[in-house]
């Protein structure tokens, strides 16, 4: 039977990497799909893993009614058995919802991929609303680390290298803005808490090059 899985996890943990693996198995299976994402680091029309890989997509907006675009590629003779939808976080429940329906009523698999929480700790919309409907829920076991070493499980906003815990939920990172360079970083809880981030820690420790002397 058909199914709504989503595969969740921070930055870094290889969603968008087996986003493309999971594309490339069923291809290979003679099945036909699309592959979705918004907001991609890389650009828009373009799915990209921190690996370096990357691939064509269609790129999802406000307007987009994922059941209108499958039902006018099957209408145009296309073959769709499954959606690969990634950056799943930045779509509207709306959209989610139009997913669901995409597995109930045609059959197809739908497979997202994204981020659970944004900068603050607070659920996107989109994830919060995959949560609630998916089949299926899976945390990806790649752990990424925080700079400590520990287990990351929160994603981190700075702004000229400055975490910030406000501010618009959606920034692309990588990017100059009006409000200074935007840059993301993966935390364990205790240093987002703490809001300390790799550069903050570097600042806080001693210099290898500073002597101390017993008095």
Not at 22 to 28: G, I, K, L, P, V
Not at 84 to 89: G, K, L
């Amino acid at each position: 039977m058909a199914e709504l899985a989503f595969f969740s996890g921070t930055m870094d943990s290889g969603k968008s990497t087996l986003a493309l693996q999971m594309d490339h198995n069923h291809r290979a299976r003679g099945r036909g799909g699309v592959i979705f994402t918004r907001n991609d680091r890389a650009g828009h029309h373009v799915l990209s893993s921190r690996l370096g890989l990357q691939t064509a997509a269609h790129e999802v907006v406000d307007a987009t009614d994922f059941w209108v675009e499958v039902v006018t590629r099957r209408i145009d003779g296309e073959r769709v058995d499954y959606l690969i939808c990634d950056e799943a976080q930045f779509y509207s429940a709306a959209q989610v919802e139009q997913l669901a329906r995409l597995v109930d009523e045609m059959g197809i698999d739908v497979f997202a991929f994204g981020i659970t929480a944004d900068f603050r700790t607070s659920l996107f919309p989109g994830s919060q609303r995959l949560i609630e409907l998916a089949d299926r829920v899976e945390v990806l076991q790649v752990q990424a680390l925080c700079w400590c070493g520990a287990r990351a499980t929160h994603n981190a906003r700075t702004v000229n290298g400055i975490m910030v815990v406000s501010g618009a939920q959606v920034v692309v990172g990588d990017t100059a803005s009006d409000l200074g360079e935007i840059a993301y970083e993966v935390l364990c809880r205790r240093h987002h808490m703490r809001r300390m981030t790799a550069v903050a820690a570097r600042a806080a420790s001693p210099s290898p090059d500073t002597l101390t002397l017993d008095v």
